[in-house]
């Protein structure tokens, strides 16, 4: 049975937009006091995120299968963890770098 392209790849933009505002929300708060862990982790995001879109689009629903697990396994958990540690670090001052040196 083949897939509608376009309505797939309709989808694989709606998840993504979908996914975006948060996901760089985090990005933004941890990249504050981890930004080389932040840059690692939103280039495996975005990679994961084209890999879902053409997977998606091409192989329709079972062609998100094999690219799943890479946008959606460690991220999600992760960057927001990492996001409210760094929250909580500048808030509380905790490890921030003294000025005057």
Known sequence: MKTDTRKTA??????FTENLTPFLGALLISGLRYPVYA????ALWTTGRVMFALGYTSGG?????????LSLSLL???????????GFLLTFGIGAPRSGR
């Not at 629903?61 to 697990?69: D, K, M």
């Open 76 to 86: 999600p958990t992760s960057l927001p963890v990492v996001s409210w540690l760094c």
């Open 39 to 42: 840059a690692g982790l939103g």
């Open 61 to 69: 629903p079972q062609g998100r299968i094999l690219y799943v697990s």
């Open 10 to 15: 309709q989808r694989a933009h709606n998840n």
